[in-house]
């Protein structure tokens, strides 16, 4: 701006300068043209009064000075001529101003030298006889005044160029000091132009808007900051470029990426092939999916193009665990593929049996046996779909009402249930213990003393024993249930709370088991709040320990 003010004021004063110099030669140069024309006329007239008195006697006595006298007839010749001989002088009748003189009484006329460097003024009147005096004088032209100036001009325009440059640019500085000096983060403060006060009270007013814009800004940013800190997905967000706006610590745990993951490619973040094609889908078709395997977990990560006042910007990418998921779905298949097979081999027992009965192909002597065969798998049939129900009534979730309730005679209720299994397979059942009262649900707490107590006699030796114990741990309980039977391989013990999961399948077929028992006792435990812990030994036994809180 300032370079743009020095300029202008620069060459204002130039043009200025350069009108001013014309103007002045101008009026100068008429003024002199004026004043010697006038000058001329006088001098003509005085010569014409001496002429008409004196004739030819006047003129050869005259000392014109820088005037020329010329003296022609009423024809045209030349009778007299102070600068030439009038015998060679040709016929003047055809020059403007004689000719004007004859016919008006006086005229005037002027001409240009070849080079337009010098004009000579004509100046004639007719005498009473009817010839013509004429009087000339040369004198400059105005290019020639120019041109016979131009050495002073010149130093006068370099001085005018000098002084208009330093005074331009002193007060470029000064006009410009001002703004340059203006406090834009305060505008109302300023003291400056009066014109600027439009200005600056508007930008004042947009200080304030950009200030709560700012502040709602931040806020929002926090705010989307600190939600995406703590959530459990994966949050990731691309601008059109693929470049990383945002990307959370669940994402940057998952996907590896480092503390300056901000600004760079997430394709060259994330290498794996299957994330690429999703989001690359995703710009291309507004959507792209799939999943992941990382540390034994399952991932889904979806990503979706997202679109700003109609038109398509980055990509939000989002990683959710789904492990739980996967697992659950597989559970319930397992589940339902193993109640089918479960319910399907007492039935097939049931009906063979039946049929058999039914077209009298069993002796008579074997109907008991046949029947007893029946009675069995209905009574495992029946307990299949007991635990079932159990079960799928502890999956619900649904609130049971908690009270007090003793172990110790929880226990020994059960014991007396189990006295004729336990008896069946010749195992000592002994329960011990002292008085420690649990806050529970009755059903739930007798589900785990009875499943615990009944899987450690079917899966015991004859001649075994089952040791059940119950005894106060700080504020909570212990319950404790031992068998000398035949143990649990080390690979199985961690899923053998799993759902129909079978050590030795025939033994549990052979024994009457539904599979079901520990799942029962895990789900009810955990709805008790209380922990389960396993100890076995393959043919020394079993210990499984359920503490309570």
């Known amino acids: 701006m300032t370079a743009k003010i020095f300029r202008s004021t620069l060459a204002v004063a130039l043009v200025v300068l350069m009108c001013s110099v014309a103007v002045i030669i101008g009026i100068s140069y008429d003024y002199f043209d004026a004043m ?4 001329l006329g006088d001098e003509l007239r005085l010569a014409a009064a001496g002429t008409e008195k004196l004739g030819l006697d006047f003129l050869e006595g005259t000392n014109p000075g820088r005037y020329r006298i010329t003296w022609v007839d009423p024809e045209g010749g030349v009778l007299y001529d102070t600068r030439a001989d009038q015998t060679a002088m040709e016929n003047h009748l055809d020059r ?3 000719r004007q003189a004859l016919q008006e009484g006086s005229g005037s006329a002027v001409r240009y030298s070849a080079t337009m460097t010098e004009k000579t003024v004509y100046e004639a009147v007719r005498l009473r006889d009817g010839s013509v005096l004429r009087l000339s004088a040369s004198t400059a032209t105005t290019a020639s005044l120019l041109l016979g100036m131009l050495q002073p001009i010149c130093v006068i325009l370099f001085i005018a160029i000098v002084l208009s440059a330093v005074l331009s640019h002193r007060m470029a500085k000064r006009i410009v000091e001002p703004l340059n000096c203006l406090d834009l983060d305060h505008p109302l403060q300023n003291d400056a132009y009066e014109e600027l006060s439009p200005m600056l009270d508007k930008l004042a007013r947009q200080h304030l808007q950009i200030d709560s814009q700012l502040k709602t800004l931040r806020w929002k940013t926090e705010e989307f900051q600190h939600i995406t800190r703590s959530m459990r997905e994966g949050l990731v967000l691309l601008d059109g470029s693929g470049l990383v706006l945002s990307i959370n610590p669940a994402a940057k745990g998952l996907l590896q990426a480092g503390e300056f993951a901000i600004g760079k ?7 794996d092939t299957e994330v690429r094609g999703a989001v690359n889908r995703a710009y291309l078709e507004g959507s792209g999916e799939c999943l992941l395997n990382r540390d034994g977990r399952h991932y889904r990560l979806s990503a979706q193009r997202i679109a700003s006042e109609g038109e398509y910007g980055g990509v939000v990418v989002l990683t959710q665990d789904v492990t739980e998921q996967l697992q ?3 559970a319930r298949q ?3 593929a193993n109640v089918s097979h479960e319910l399907k081999t007492p039935l097939q027992s049931i009906m063979g049996s039946a049929e058999l009965l039914e077209q009298g192909l069993v002796k008579p002597e074997d109907t008991r046996k046949f029947a007893g065969l029946i009675r069995r798998e209905a009574e495992r049939l029946y307990r299949l779909v007991q635990d079932i129900i159990n079960l799928s009534q502890l999956d619900e979730g649904a609130v ?18 189990l006295a004729a299994a336990a008896e069946e397979r010749q195992v000592t059942l002994e329960v011990t213990g002292e008085d420690c009262p649990v806050s529970g649900v009755p059903r739930l707490l007798g589900e785990i003393v009875f499943n615990l107590m009944d899987n450690a006699i079917r899966y015991n030796v004859p001649g075994g024993r089952v040791t059940a114990c119950c005894r106060k741990e700080g504020a909570g309980a212990v319950l404790t249930v031992s068998d000398t039977g035949i143990g649990i391989p080390p690979e199985h013990q961690s899923r053998v709370f799993e759902r129909f999961y079978r ?16 799942a029962i006792v895990k789900h009810a435990s955990q709805i008790q709040g209380a922990e389960i812990h396993l100890e076995s030994t393959p043919g020394k036994g079993t210990t499984v320990t359920v503490t309570f809180p």
């Open 36 to 39: 010697q024309r006038r000058q």
């Open 96 to 98: 403007e101003e004689i």
């Open 265 to 271: 490619d997430f394709l060259a973040i994330e290498e």
């Open 328 to 330: 659950a779905q597989k």
């Open 334 to 336: 397992e589940f339902s």
């Open 400 to 417: 049971m009402p908690r009270e007090q309730v003793a172990l110790l005679p929880l226990l020994r209720e059960s014991a007396e249930g």
């Open 503 to 518: 050590v030795d399948k025939s033994h549990s077929r052979a024994s009457g088991g539904t599979g079901l028992g520990l």
